[in-house]
């Protein structure tokens, strides 16, 4: 079974592609002007069941706080590209080093309100590595069953107000966690690559 995931992975997603496809690309039309970020979309090969690894983030944050997200931020001038800043981030949040990650494709860029065009890259995560949250941007680092994530049971679509604008938006509530905004959205884009 899990050669059978990580053959799935690494045939249908991209290591390259159109840099110009966009989740949500007509949803903020007064952003102008985003922002590069990429995150790392780290999927655990444990023996009896694929989990995927997010964080939430803490209460005393300014801005995202509380949320749940993958690993990653804004694309350094210092980084060689997409992939790197993924690693480095993913490194320097909650301590995973890159040589447990084996990159197999990335996802559709996703913008979001905040004004980041955010690009998820796929990875798998052999187990036996050890964590280390940083404590001013990690609160928790928790671990999702891929096949709950992967069941379209689980994709709630809801709306709200931003802006004085209806919104609609992916949730995959899970346990006591809140999965959604833009880290439910690239999941979703994970199953439909997958399985659309």
């Given amino acids: 079974m899990r050669n059978m995931i990580r053959e ?8 390259t592609g ?3 496809t966009f989740i949500g690309d007509d949803l903020f039309p007064d952003i102008t ?3 590069l970020a990429a995150v790392l979309v780290p999927i655990i090969d444990h023996p009896l069941e694929p989990t995927v690894l997010l964080t939430r983030r803490p209460d005393s944050m300014n801005k995202h706080a509380g949320q749940v ?7 350094d ?24 990650v084996e990159i197999v494709g990335r996802l559709d860029h996703y913008r979001t309100g905040t004004g980041f065009q955010i690009l998820p890259i796929v990875g798998i995560v052999t187990p036996g590595f050890e964590l280390t949250p940083n404590a001013h941007e990690v609160e928790e680092i928790f671990e999702v069953p891929l096949a709950f994530l992967m069941d379209p049971a689980n994709h709630q679509l809801k709306s709200g ?13 899970y346990r006591d966690y ?3 905004g833009a880290t439910a959205g690239m999941l979703v884009n994970l199953f439909n690559r997958l399985y659309g």
């Avoid at 992975?9 to 290591?15: A, C, E, G």
């Avoid at 490194?91 to 995973?96: D, F, H, M, P």
């Fill in 8 to 15: 799935k992975l690494r045939h249908t997603l991209p290591l």
């Fill in 18 to 20: 159109d840099e110009h």
């Fill in 33 to 35: 002007d985003f922002r």
């Fill in 69 to 75: 997200a993958f690993p990653g931020g804004r694309i």
């Fill in 77 to 100: 001038a210092d980084d060689e590209d997409a992939i790197a800043a993924a690693l480095r981030e993913a490194e320097e949040e909650v301590g995973l080093a890159a040589h447990h």
């Fill in 161 to 173: 107000v931003y802006n004085g604008v209806t919104r609609h938006y992916f949730a995959m509530p």
């Fill in 178 to 180: 809140n999965i959604w």
